[in-house]
Nanobody, 122 residues
Framework: VQLQASGGGLVQAGGSLRLSCAAS????????RGWFRQAPGKEREFVAA????????YYADSVKGRFTISRDNAKNTVYLQIDSLEPEDTAVYYC????????????????WGRGTLVTVSS
């Protein structure tokens, strides 16, 4: 399974971005997918996750109300809509797939994309 994240860029505080994560290779729709991020000098942290049906979503407290995760299984793609961006959101954003344990832990996920950089200017 290969994951390719895209959609990052430089944006002013208060702006919006939509990140995409396209899966290819031996892909299955019946898996949970997640987004993590890693800011400079910090550990990677959980951002959001979505079950295969889209029926359940999970968010870090720091992004609730501003980030929205969604998916299109026909396109094998997961999206992360980011609104009201803050400088603290500056990070490399990674998508991940197939968690074997809790969706909140990066150690649970079997597959990772390379990440896309989001930079928020104040």
């Amino acid at each position: 399974v290969q994951l390719q994240a895209s959609g990052g860029g430089l944006v002013q505080a208060g702006g919006s971005l939509r990140l995409s994560c396209a899966a290819s290779g031996r892909t299955f729709s019946y898996v949970t997918r997640g987004w993590f991020r890693q800011a400079p000098g910090k550990e990677r942290e959980f951002v959001a996750a979505i079950t295969w049906s889209g029926g359940r979503t999970y968010y870090a407290d720091s992004v609730k109300g501003r980030f929205t995760i969604s998916r299109d299984n026909a396109k094998n793609t997961v999206y992360l809509q980011i609104d009201s961006l803050e400088p603290e959101d500056t990070a490399v954003y990674y998508c991940a797939s197939d968690p074997t344990g809790t969706v909140f832990s990066d150690g649970s996920y079997m597959y990772w994309g390379r990440g896309t950089l989001v930079t928020v200017s104040s």
